[in-house]
């Protein structure tokens, strides 16, 4: 929408007012197949840039559309405008074999696509830059060719075109010595821009009525269908606001259920001190073996030698809180069992299936969930429980709790 406006300002050069609205209409993003309004809005902002004189500005936006990544339907030829605009930049500032290079790749694909007007513009182009090159044989035949194109494609030279091919046509023939050849031109050139004048004065006063009346339909039916469709979408929203607070509600109370059933398992769980609930009852480890068998090899499942070990360690994590010593370790574990660390290692891998850090920590863990249990539970303060158990960081107390209870501490805390 800004950009059709704009373009309507444009038209008729109230350049203050279109300026800010074709910008409105430029986008970085991709729009639909048909939808050439940012492109369009890119070429005006262009043109006016270079007729305020500021080229460089004007050579940003014929670049930005090349680099467009819109793939509308005439994208090739968008590209070939913008080619043929810069080849103009660039022969206004006198670099007119770099010029000569764009038109020539644009003019190709103004041709394919049938738009001899446009195809008549490069090739006075083509000349302008032939005449600066003071090659006026190449200049000539080029101006022959705009005139070509229109007289055989378009059948008639409308002011503009002419203003732009007539100054060429008497120069060359002023360099060849035709004065009255080259005052011939010089009067049509007089014409064309008296035509130009008019045509642009009726043009403005016939089209300013239309396209404001137009307008003027167009921002009513627009108004209304805005409001049809922020009622409808008003209520869609409302409909899919209920149901999905429905769901939300129906989900919380699900989860808060699953939570609670599940702070309540790991409650039981913490409170299971005793040596054979430590052990994993359904392990086939647990099958007391001797050191060796009849092969003479070493058996996999725990030996008495283990579970009265597993006995020993159990009973001092219990009794004497070991495990809240945020500096046990394996070896210090084995020096006050007066064991090696391989031994204290074996034991605990064959009687609970576990390595020595799950092991610890699962005594660290059920303190933890016991000490959350309680009442007082409101003013616990995780770096400090963290401490209190045995872990070094609220970082790893709460891997770990997360691990063996299947909630954070806080959720933990929450439904508790």
Same mark, same amino acid.
């Given at each position: 929408?800004?950009?059709?406006?704009?373009?309507?300002?444009?038209?008729?050069?109230?350049? *203050?007012?279109?300026?800010?609205?074709?910008?409105?209409?430029?986008?970085?993003?991709?729009?639909?197949?048909?939808?050439?309004?940012?492109?369009?809005?890119?070429?005006?902002?262009?043109?006016?840039?270079?007729?305020?004189?500021?080229?460089?500005?004007?050579?940003?936006?014929?670049?930005?559309?090349?680099?467009?990544?819109?793939?509308?339907?005439?994208? =090739?030829?968008?590209?070939?405008?913008?080619?043929?605009?810069?080849?103009?930049?660039?022969?206004? =500032?006198?670099?007119?074999?770099?010029?000569?290079?764009?038109?020539?790749?644009?003019?190709?694909?103004?041709?394919?696509?049938?738009?001899?007007?446009?195809?008549?513009?490069?090739?006075?182009?083509?000349?302008?830059?032939?005449?600066?090159?003071?090659? $006026?044989? $190449?200049?000539?035949?080029?101006?022959?060719?705009?005139?070509?194109?229109?007289?055989?494609?378009?059948?008639?030279?409308?002011?503009?075109?002419?203003?732009?091919?007539?100054?060429?046509?008497?120069?060359?023939?002023?360099?060849?010595?035709?004065?009255?050849?080259?005052?011939?031109?010089?009067?049509?050139?007089?014409? =064309?821009?008296?035509?130009?004048?008019?045509?642009?004065?009726?043009?403005?006063?016939?089209?300013?009525?239309? *396209?404001?009346?137009? *307008?003027?339909?167009?921002?009513?039916?627009?108004?209304?269908?805005?409001?049809?469709?922020?009622?409808?979408?008003?209520?869609?929203?409302?409909?899919?606001?209920?149901?999905?607070?429905?769901?939300?509600?129906?989900?919380?109370?699900?989860?808060?259920?699953?939570?609670?059933?599940?702070?309540?398992?790991?409650?039981?769980?913490?409170?299971?001190?005793?040596?054979?609930?430590?052990?994993?009852?359904?392990?086939?480890?647990?099958?007391?073996? *001797?050191?060796?068998?009849?092969?003479?090899?070493?058996?996999?499942?725990?030996?008495?030698?283990?579970?009265?070990?597993?006995?020993?360690?159990?009973?001092?994590?219990?009794?004497?809180?070991?495990?809240?010593?945020?500096?046990?370790?394996?070896?210090?574990?084995?020096?006050?069992?007066?064991?090696?660390?391989?031994?204290?290692?074996?034991?605990?891998?064959?009687?609970?299936?576990?390595?020595?850090?799950?092991?610890?920590?699962?005594?660290?863990?059920?303190?933890?969930?016991?000490?959350?249990?309680?009442?007082?539970?409101?003013?616990?303060?995780?770096?400090?429980?963290?401490?209190?158990?045995?872990?070094?960081?609220?970082?790893?107390?709460?891997?770990?709790?997360?691990?063996?209870?299947?909630?954070?501490?806080?959720?933990?805390?929450?439904?508790?």
């Amino acid at each position: 929408m800004y950009g059709d406006i704009g373009l309507l300002y444009y038209k008729f050069r109230d350049y *203050e007012a279109a300026v800010p609205l074709l910008k409105k209409a430029t986008r970085e993003t991709p729009g639909f197949y048909f939808d050439d309004s940012n492109l369009k809005a890119r070429n005006s902002l262009a043109i006016y840039y270079r007729q305020s004189g500021d080229r460089k500005r004007s050579d940003d936006y014929f670049i930005s559309i090349l680099q467009s990544p819109d793939t509308i339907y005439a994208r =090739a030829v968008y590209d070939a405008v913008a080619l043929a605009n810069l080849a103009h930049n660039l022969t206004r =500032a006198g670099l007119y074999c770099e010029a000569i290079g764009l038109y020539e790749l644009s003019l190709p694909i103004m041709i394919s696509d049938n738009d001899y007007s446009f195809a008549s513009g490069i090739a006075v182009g083509m000349a302008e830059c032939y005449m600066g090159l003071d090659n $006026w044989e $190449w200049a000539k035949q080029w101006a022959d060719t705009a005139t070509a194109y229109i007289r055989e494609h378009i059948h008639f030279i409308n002011p503009h075109r002419a203003r732009q091919i007539y100054p060429i046509l008497a120069k060359y023939h002023q360099q060849k010595g035709d004065a009255a050849t080259a005052g011939k031109y010089i009067d049509s050139l007089s014409m =064309a821009h008296a035509d130009y004048r008019d045509e642009f004065d009726a043009m403005l006063l016939m089209r300013t009525r239309q *396209e404001l009346l137009a *307008e003027k339909n167009r921002s009513q039916h627009e108004r209304l269908q805005q409001q049809q469709t922020a009622i409808t979408r008003l209520v869609v929203f409302a409909v899919i606001a209920v149901l999905v607070s429905m769901l939300i509600y129906y989900l919380y109370h699900k989860k808060k259920a699953a939570y609670r059933e599940l702070v309540e398992k790991n409650k039981r769980w913490a409170d299971s001190d005793r040596l054979e609930q430590i052990i994993d009852p359904v392990s086939p480890n647990h099958t007391i073996t *001797e050191e060796k068998g009849e092969d003479g090899n070493r058996q996999q499942g725990p030996t008495e030698k283990d579970v009265e070990l597993a006995a020993r360690i159990h009973k001092i994590m219990v009794e004497g809180q070991i495990y809240r010593d945020n500096s046990l370790s394996l070896d210090t574990l084995s020096q006050k069992l007066e064991v090696t660390r391989e031994t204290v290692s074996r034991a605990i891998n064959r009687t609970t299936g576990k390595n020595f850090t799950r092991f610890l920590n699962e005594y660290r863990v059920k303190e933890a969930v016991r000490i959350l249990s309680t009442g007082r539970n409101h003013t616990v303060n995780f770096d400090e429980l963290a401490e209190q158990v045995g872990f070094n960081s609220r970082i790893t107390f709460h891997r770990a709790f997360k691990q063996l209870t299947g909630l954070p501490p806080a959720e933990f805390k929450r439904n508790s």
